[in-house]
């Protein structure tokens, strides 16, 4: 069983930058792709970056890409969302989670979420 643990976020002006972490326990870890994803208060939780077991492939939402980079270190079970270029719409409570289903880019092929962190940016 793999738990997360997600940290990083804060308050930040509009065009800051932030840098999420996501810390795995758990072997198998560097077995799974794993996903950010967000949600706003009255808003359904979206799809935000993946990357692949092996960090190889990596997938964006239009609305983040060029701006937010995923990446992870498997020695260190931690997966990263660096983001910059912060807009206030991205304020959200962000989440990470192991995927276990098909596809990348939708909630349901999620699991082990973890607690989130709140993004706040400022305009």
């Known amino acids: 069983q793999v738990q997360l643990v997600e940290s990083g976020g804060g308050l930040v002006q509009a065009g800051g930058s932030l840098r999420l972490s996501c810390a795995a326990s758990?072997?198998?870890?560097?077995?799974?792709?794993m996903g950010w994803f967000r949600q706003a208060p009255g808003k359904e939780r979206e799809f935000v970056a993946a990357?692949?077991?092996?960090?190889?492939?990596?997938y964006y939402a239009d609305s983040v890409k060029g701006r937010f980079t995923i990446s992870r270190d498997n020695t260190k079970n931690t997966v990263y969302l660096q983001m910059n270029s912060l807009k206030p719409e991205d304020t959200a409570v962000y989440y990470c989670a192991v995927r276990r289903g098909y596809g990348y880019y939708t909630a349901g092929s999620y699991d082990n979420w973890g607690q989130g962190t709140q993004v706040t940016v400022s305009s």
């Open positions: 758990g072997r198998t870890f560097s077995s799974y792709a």
């Open positions: 990357i692949s077991w092996s960090g190889s492939d990596t």
